[in-house]
């Protein structure tokens, strides 16, 4: 059998599951801090410019953007990107036994109460995003992980995306605690809208995490 991208290859399955699904595979390169453009090798920055606008533009079209890249590099520029263009961020990350889900904090609308924007997935670096593949180990690199993380880490993703569709503030919905699930009384329709979801497989326990935009960040300050 020939090889087939990614991309490619899971609009096709969505078509043969769904066959009205409305889904398209693109190809493309992510560009990257920490891993060089150069002049020397002819087309690359060409390409790299056609990427970038690609990327601008499918950002446009789209409603929600999922980040759900190998590298923390590779979601600088869609972060950047995402933020510019006024779209909603649903961030996946994997380790080998755990998993973050987060949203990215918007900008504020004067449709929706003045507060402490949410901070995004860079908004607690200490150094600025770097080649984190070169050198490294499959494992160091998060490219190994056991069976039910990915699973976990999109199902996440996606019942917090909808829980947002779901509140009176959609995605500038303030970030929920923590809650007693016996005794808490559940406000919106699907439940609390936590800011992140950091889920620990070796415990089988997930704990709600909330941090406030850095004014500095490297990816989302304004």
Not at 78 to 99: E, I, R
Not at 172 to 186: E, K, M
Not at 193 to 199: C, D, L, T, W
Request: charged share 20%.
């Amino acid at each position: 059998r020939s090889a087939t991208f990614k991309a490619k290859a899971a609009a096709q399955s969505l078509k043969r599951i769904f066959p009205s699904v409305v889904a398209e595979g693109r190809v493309l390169s992510i560009p990257m801090p920490g891993h060089a453009i150069t002049s020397a090798v002819q087309g690359q920055e060409d390409r790299v410019r056609h990427d970038v606008e690609e990327l601008r533009a499918l950002f446009a079209s789209h409603d929600v953007v999922f980040l759900l890249t190998d590298t923390r590099e590779s979601r600088w520029l869609p972060t950047l990107l995402a933020l510019d263009a006024g779209k909603p961020v649903l961030n996946a990350a994997l380790g080998f036994d755990s998993f973050l889900v987060m949203r990215h904090g918007m900008l504020h609308s004067g449709e929706t109460p003045a507060r402490q924007r949410l901070g995004c997935y860079f908004c607690n670096d200490v150094v600025a995003p770097q080649n984190s593949v070169t050198e490294r180990t499959l494992d160091q690199q998060c490219t190994v992980t056991r069976p039910a993380v990915s699973a976990l880490a999109g199902a996440m993703a996606v019942e917090l995306c909808v829980s947002l569709l779901h509140h009176p503030h959609q995605f500038h919905a303030p970030a929920d605690a923590q809650t007693d699930v016996l005794s808490h009384v559940v406000e919106y329709p699907l439940g609390i809208v936590p800011h992140q979801i950091r889920g620990f497989l070796a415990h089988f326990a997930n704990i709600l995490v909330t941090g406030e935009a850095f004014n500095r960040c490297i990816a989302c300050s304004e």
